[in-house]
């Protein structure tokens, strides 16, 4: 499975950026029924489950941006997103893109099995 994350870069404290990932192959059936994630860790926190979305939409987000980052999907194209606004200076991380196979229901404590490389996002004050 490849998988690539873009979007990521500097902004300012209050502004947003939309992460993509591009999963430009996948050999283990249907993308329709894959869970969907997105992560990002820091040297000092690990890594954090951000956000999931589920093959009908449903979705979860971790508390810290809840009300802010959006995550969504386009199974045809094999490509998911999170639109990030009112970003923060905490926001400050690698972010990773994952998918779990085989799994109708999405969870933040979910194991995932594949990912991408990663995309820096820098949130200046």
């Known amino acids: 499975v490849q998988m690539k994350e873009s979007g990521g870069g500097p902004v300012q404290s209050g502004g947003s950026l939309r992460l993509s990932c591009v999963v430009s192959?996948?050999?283990?059936?249907?993308?329709?029924?894959?869970?969907l994630g997105w992560f990002r860790q820091t040297p000092e926190n690990g890594r954090e489950a951000v956000a999931v979305i589920a093959h009908d939409g449903r979705s979860n987000y971790v508390d810290s941006v809840k009300g802010r980052f959006t995550i969504s999907r386009d199974n045809d194209k094999k490509t998911f997103y999170l639109q990030m606004d009112r970003l923060n200076p905490e926001d400050t991380s690698t972010y990773y893109c994952?998918?779990?196979?085989?799994?109708?229901?999405?969870?933040?404590?979910?194991?995932?099995?594949?990912w991408g490389q990663g995309t820096q996002v820098a949130v200046s004050a």
């Open positions: 192959e996948y050999p283990f059936g249907s993308f329709d029924r894959v869970c």
């Open positions: 994952a998918v779990r196979r085989f799994s109708l229901n999405c969870d933040l404590k979910f194991e995932f099995h594949f």
